[in-house]
């Protein structure tokens, strides 16, 4: 330690004043693609964990994106309609998944809030970094749509320039929508229900977007049934087609109805814009304080703790969680699956834009068997639900892994335990009591009254027997240590494409299951799956058991 | 220079703060003490714009707390509790980042932070190379006392500050703070090891459940209440009775 010295003030002017927005943006941008936490590592290693993952997810979606060369000489209006509702899928998908970390950060109070910076001006910073990164997405996937708009049926050089314009202002839209949503919510709600808020709000932006990625295959379904093209007048209802309509007056059809929709693209965008960055930047404001806020708002709710230790303490429970640390493991993921606002961010909005795809397959189904006078579901939908539902267990076991606390799993790793093998087991009980039990009561609650007397009601067997499989494989070598890695290493960029993957998965073997069903083969189906999923759960368990602690570097 | 007028904050029905009034001059140090929960890191969130006061209000070199929000934090310097950092910056993104949002111009900023790593003994390499969260927790302490002081503010507000820091350090920093001080600065200083508050501090504030419960000169206050140390008495005050006997009868259940 040198002598102590006097701060001198800071020099006349040596250099020209840094722009302090331009230092936010930098510090946010620099944060999301590094991740918040780092231990142990040199500014080299830094940026792989999250930068390359998302590197890797633009090259995805620059493939996915080649699918518009499909639309080559149909009208601008239905090539920009497809890529706007995907773009919102995937954008929302994102924003949804990735906001509550970056407009949210329980540290960032500490270090920022006492910095002369207006609350506006982090807002602006974040919803920059936001509006950036879904840039990129949207780019990456609406590569091939520049392209292909070109060749449009009225399409021409112009179509890049107004695709480009229309997207930059639907990545706004998306953004400035999600912060809406939380500022009304905390205005309406109060701040002491934010974490639930934001918990809700994530899930309903989640689904919307699903909901709006939902507009290609209606388009496809409902060609030639309902007038569905520009001049359309509930048209104008639908998100996608607002920005489609600007790409069509400039670049198209230059028709006055794609005008009309372009202007109600511009107001709606200008009217959230305004709502989250105006009128109601105070309620942010408001949140970002709650975050630094030591003293409860409000005592957590003891009910559910009595709950689960009473649940916990009684047959059968008390038997299938006899060994204390997985009963531990249990207990812990069972209590921040409820309470804790990070990791109910993360788990729910996660998990709805995956749960809400099997229930779109049952209405639809139960649409199309009205229309064809059968009064029972078809088989598929049946079976895609039982195998989609199965696989969630995957999702959510991973997405237990990550916690801004992610340092306090050092404790497992101290206590007198060899391997993570019981605190992964604890981890996959609780997912499997706590979040798919009332799903799979919920699917087959709907099912029945969706489909009177279904018959079809044994297809879910195939994906519930598959379930202890699907659980034991998300603990693969140990893997599955609850809140063990920072929350960045989940950066959900990618999770569109992940959904996508599972989904086709859960269809290949839906298509398998109903075969079966229709050719008679289903009880030796269910009979050789019992065999296979046994055969490979016991090892899977036995390599679980037996894993051991790896070296933390 | 600091001037709490009935400053109060609650959290739903429990009060954290109750209504303290404070005057504090310019280059005075300051003791701010309490048990846990008494309200102290509330009071120093509220006091550096963190948290927004129930009532009452407060007015920092003059700037009022509530209207001139901005202006108040250009003139604050803040080491919290946490030692919260962006831990996947580098010290020095980390302190280049801090100097920006008070628009120090990049080369002052330099040359401030280069004064502080020889102050405080950190290798430029370490600084430029290494992440956040790879710091030690007493380099950590260091770069968050660099950076609430990087911009040369009149009051300083430290809750916790010798956490982590090694005695090496710890003895540097007290004489920094003693030295700012005599250049007029005004020092907060919130700390549960007593015995450095006493040696350190000019007048010690003690408060309780959120309210004002002491207010004097350490040695004077000492000495009014016979208590021999600002231990005694904050244990005294405070409600700490019979401690080392709970002690001793809670090391008996160790026994086999």
């Known amino acids: 330690m040198s002598a102590p010295a006097i701060v001198p003030p800071p020099p006349p002017s040596p250099g020209p004043a840094p722009s302090p927005k331009k230092a936010l943006h930098k510090l946010f941008l620099t944060l999301f693609l590094r991740g918040r936490s780092a231990r142990g590592l040199q500014k080299q290693g830094a940026p792989q964990s999250v930068g390359s993952k998302l590197a890797l997810t633009l090259v995805i979606y620059a493939a996915v994106g080649l699918s518009a060369f499909a639309f080559l000489r149909k009208p601008v209006f239905a090539l920009s309609l497809y890529l706007h509702a995907t773009t919102l899928f995937f954008l929302g998908m994102f924003v949804a998944a990735s906001s509550g970390e970056v407009l949210f950060n329980r540290d960032e109070a500490d270090i920022l809030l006492h910095r002369p910076v207006t609350p506006q001006a982090l807002l602006w910073a974040k919803i920059g970094v936001l509006v950036q990164v879904s840039l990129w997405l949207a780019g990456a996937f609406n590569l091939g749509g520049f392209v292909a708009g070109v060749g449009a049926s009225d399409g021409g050089w112009l179509y890049p320039i107004a695709h480009l314009v229309s997207t930059v202002l639907e990545a706004m839209f998306c953004a400035g929508g999600v912060v809406t949503v939380y500022q009304l919510c905390l205005r309406w709600f109060g701040r002491e229900r934010l974490d639930s808020l934001m918990t809700l709000a994530q899930v309903m932006v989640g689904i919307a977007a699903v909901l709006g990625g939902q507009i290609p295959q209606l388009l496809a379904r409902f060609q030639g049934k309902i007038d569905f093209n520009v001049h359309s007048w509930w048209i104008c209802l639908l998100p996608p087609a607002w920005f489609a309509g600007l790409d069509d007056v400039i670049a198209g059809s230059r028709s006055a109805s794609s005008g009309l929709l372009a202007i109600v693209g511009l107001i709606v965008t200008a009217v959230i814009l305004w709502l989250a960055f105006e009128k109601l930047a105070k309620d942010y404001a408001t949140g970002l304080q709650t975050m630094s806020e030591t003293a409860g708002a409000k005592r957590p709710k003891e009910a559910r703790r009595r709950l689960l230790d009473t649940l916990s303490n009684r047959v059968p429970l008390r038997w299938w969680l006899r060994r204390p640390v997985t009963r531990a493991s249990f207990l812990l993921v069972a209590a921040y699956l409820m309470r804790d606002r990070d990791v109910k961010l993360r788990v729910y909005p996660g998990l709805a834009p995956m749960l809400i795809w099997p229930f779109i397959m049952l209405i639809q189904d139960r649409g199309s068997a009205r229309a064809s006078g059968v009064s029972a579901l078809s088989g598929f939908s049946v079976a895609f639900t039982g195998i989609f539902l199965g696989m969630i267990p995957l999702l959510a076991i991973d997405l237990l892994r990550y916690s801004q606390q992610w340092q306090a799993a050092d404790l497992f790793r101290v206590a007198p335990v060899e391997g993570p093998g019981p605190f992964c087991d604890g981890t996959r009980r609780a997912v499997l009591l706590v979040l798919t039990l009332p799903l799979l009561v919920g699917v087959v609650l709907l099912i029945s009254l969706l489909g009177r007397a279904n018959a079809h009601l044994p297809l879910l067997l195939p994906g519930i027997i598959a379930l202890p499989l699907y659980a034991m494989l998300g603990c693969l070598r140990g893997n599955a240590v609850p809140f063990s890695l920072p929350s960045e290493e989940a950066k959900s960029a990618g999770r569109g494409l992940k959904m996508i993957g599972i989904m086709m998965a859960s269809g290949l073997l839906a298509v398998a299951a109903t075969l079966c069903w229709n050719y008679g083969f289903f009880k030796w189906l269910l009979l050789g799956e019992v065999f296979v999923v046994a055969g490979l759960y016991l090892p899977l368990r036995a390599s679980l058991t037996s894993s051991r602690w790896t070296s933390l570097e | ?256």
């Open chain 2, 1 to 256: 220079m600091i001037s709490l007028q009935k400053l109060t904050k609650t959290f739903g029905r429990q009060t954290a703060v109750d209504a303290l009034s404070l005057e504090i001059p310019a280059g005075q140090i300051v003791g701010f003490l309490g048990p846990n929960g008494a309200g102290k890191s509330t009071t120093l969130k509220m006091l550096t714009g963190i948290l927004t006061p129930t009532s009452g209000t407060a007015s920092i070199c003059g700037f009022n707390l509530l209207d001139d929000t901005i202006e108040v934090k250009r003139r604050v310097g803040f080491v919290p509790e946490s030692g919260a950092v962006f831990e996947s910056l580098t010290g020095l993104e980390y302190l280049e980042m801090v100097a920006a949002l008070y628009a120090i111009p990049a080369e002052a900023a330099q040359a401030r932070i280069r004064q502080f790593i020889s102050f405080f003994d950190l290798s430029f390499e370490t600084l430029t190379d290494k992440l956040l969260g790879a710091y030690s927790k007493g380099m950590r302490r260091k770069v968050v006392i660099t950076a609430a002081l990087l911009h040369n503010p009149p009051v300083v507000f430290f809750d916790e500050p010798l956490d982590g820091l090694d005695a090496n350090a710890a003895v540097g920093f007290k004489a920094l703070i003693q030295t700012l001080a005599h250049e007029g600065k005004t020092i907060v200083y919130s700390s549960h090891i007593l015995d450095v508050v006493e040696r350190v501090c000019d007048r010690v504030i003690i408060i309780d459940k959120g309210r004002l419960v002491l207010d004097g000169r350490p040695d004077e206050l000492v000495a009014a209440h016979g208590s021999g140390t600002l231990e005694r008495l904050f244990t005294q005050l405070t409600g700490g009775t019979e401690l080392e006997q709970r002690a001793q009868d809670f090391a008996k259940t160790f026994r086999p």
